[in-house]
């Protein structure tokens, strides 16, 4: 059936690394991506979007990479900070005339100092 | 500008009473939504709504009931709580799909217990 899936359920760099989260999607017809992130106790928060007519998007300190072609999706923190640990969702806006973000399982980052 | 409001934080009922969570929102967002969170998982959208006036479900559906009478608010109702009810609830509302502008903003969550 169609899912949002990441590769690795946590992750741990080091302060001052870059940090890779990776996410895998099964719908072709899929065309808005959204990055979240959520800290203990808190909502997830916006991050990053990116839409199927891209394949890159900058943001302050992250970047998206959408690859249609394995339907991968990717986010990358550049030097990563202590604030920066937290569990980071992709979610799948799917247009098929209906408003609706599935989201994956999420991916723990730990920063280690 | 608060933003996306939930209450109750904390909820514990027994299984078998019924109970409304609410959601308020005060950005003109066309669109709300409900999703639940329960551990090592992702979350999984309950309800959602487009307009006042307008509802449908999601994923999980079964054992809720919204409605949707005015723009700013959209409560959760269970029906008849069973303890697979447990979770952490998230509101989130945005402008409609469409509009460059769709990005979903979360309220803090409502834990709630079922016994």
């Known amino acids: 059936g169609e899912s949002v899936g990441l590769h690795l359920p946590t992750l741990s760099v080091q302060e001052g690394d870059n940090s890779i989260i990776n996410c895998a999607y099964s719908?072709?017809?899929?065309?808005?991506f959204i990055w979240y992130k959520q800290e203990s106790g808190k909502g997830p928060q916006f991050i990053i979007d990116i839409r199927s007519n891209m394949d890159k998007r900058q943001g302050q300190r992250v970047t998206v990479l959408l690859n249609k072609t394995v339907k991968h999706l990717s986010l990358q923190i550049a030097a990563t900070q202590p604030g920066d640990s937290a569990v980071y969702f992709c979610?799948?806006?799917?247009?098929?005339?209906?408003?609706?973000?599935?989201f994956g399982q999420g991916t723990r980052l730990t920063i280690n100092p | 500008n608060a933003g996306v409001t939930q209450t109750p934080k904390f909820q514990v009922l027994k299984t078998g009473q019924s109970m409304t969570l609410q959601c308020a929102q005060d950005m003109n967002h066309e669109y709300m939504s409900w999703y639940r969170q329960d551990p090592g998982m992702g979350l999984r959208l309950i309800h959602y709504?487009?307009?006042?006036?307008?509802?449908d479900q999601g994923e999980v559906p079964n054992g809720y009931n919204v409605s949707r009478s005015t723009t700013e608010d959209f409560p959760l109702r269970l029906l008849s709580a069973a303890p697979s009810q447990t979770s952490v609830y998230f509101c989130?509302?945005?402008?409609?799909?469409?509009?460059?502008?769709?990005?979903?903003?979360f309220g803090s969550g409502t834990q709630l217990s079922v016994l």
């Open positions: 989130a509302s945005s402008y409609l799909f469409g509009t460059d502008n769709e990005k979903l903003f």
């Open positions: 979610a799948d806006g799917r247009d098929q005339g209906a408003q609706k973000l599935v």
């Open positions: 719908n072709s017809a899929s065309d808005y």
């Open positions: 709504s487009v307009g006042a006036g307008i509802t």
